[in-house]
């Protein structure tokens, strides 16, 4: 069964200063992908960057890449130049099944320091 | 740009009432989800519907159901509120159900739902 685990519950990270997120991802399925997700305090779910799993490179949106390792089932989201405002839980996703279903992480809360 | 609405926001409900979420998507999207989020946990799959006409369960089905009421609309619900259907309830709809970036799923603001 697919399985998603962040094995950080919360992170620090100075103003300015990169920062990783990890996730490890767990699927029988021979094509898939991978997706982050930001949920700042107000609640809502934001989509950040997805990733394939036949995609030859690594995604990058902005500040956001993905360094994905698919022999080792890693999809981690490298965050630069953090700001302020990326404080915020973080979940990583992929499907289960078929039909686009997705499984979530537990999430790593990431705070920003000033 | 809407993008996916739900309502209400917030709700308050005695066990054993009844309520129907509702969610609308104006991208025109083929696929809609119905998720939820308790404390300390990422979302969990409740039902979805790949298109237009179709619903399946997810990952936690009982005690809901679902109705897709045409492309835009897909409403969820609780026939008999339980406590343990207190949670933060979000839709969300894809473009299609499968094949990269097409597949990615954008959610609404979410409903939080107090059972007592």
């Known amino acids: 069964a697919q399985k998603i685990t962040q094995t950080q519950p919360g992170m620090f990270v100075q103003e300015k200063e990169a920062v990783t997120l990890d996730c490890t991802y767990d699927?029988?399925?021979?094509?898939?992908?991978l997706f982050w997700y930001k949920q700042p305090s107000s609640g809502e779910m934001i989509f950040l960057i997805y990733?394939?799993?036949?995609?030859?490179q690594n995604a990058t949106e902005g500040r956001y890449s993905l360094n994905f390792q698919k022999a080792r089932k890693s999809a981690n989201l490298v965050i630069s130049a953090s700001q302020l405002g990326d404080s915020a839980m973080y979940f990583c996703a992929t499907h289960y099944d078929q039909g686009g279903k997705l499984i979530f992480g537990q999430g790593t809360e990431l705070s920003v320091k000033p | 740009n809407a993008g996916v609405t739900q309502t209400p926001k917030f709700q308050v409900l005695k066990t054993g009432q009844s309520m129907t979420l509702q969610c609308a998507q104006d991208?025109?999207?083929?696929?809609m989800y119905w998720y939820r989020q308790d404390p300390g946990m990422g979302l969990r799959l409740i039902y979805y519907?790949?298109?237009?006409?179709?619903?399946d369960k997810g990952e936690v089905p009982n005690g809901y159901n679902v109705s897709r009421l045409n492309k835009r609309e897909f409403s969820l619900r609780l026939e008999s509120a339980a406590p343990s259907q207190t949670s933060v309830y979000f839709c969300?709809?894809?473009?299609?159900?499968?094949?990269?970036?097409?597949?990615?799923?954008?959610f609404g603001p979410g409903t939080r739902l107090l059972v007592l």
């Open positions: 969300a709809s894809s473009e299609n159900p499968s094949g990269g970036l097409q597949e990615t799923q954008y």
């Open positions: 699927t029988s399925d021979p094509s898939y992908g």
């Open positions: 519907s790949a298109s237009e006409g179709t619903t």
């Open positions: 991208m025109n999207h083929n696929s």
């Open positions: 990733q394939g799993s036949y995609d030859q």
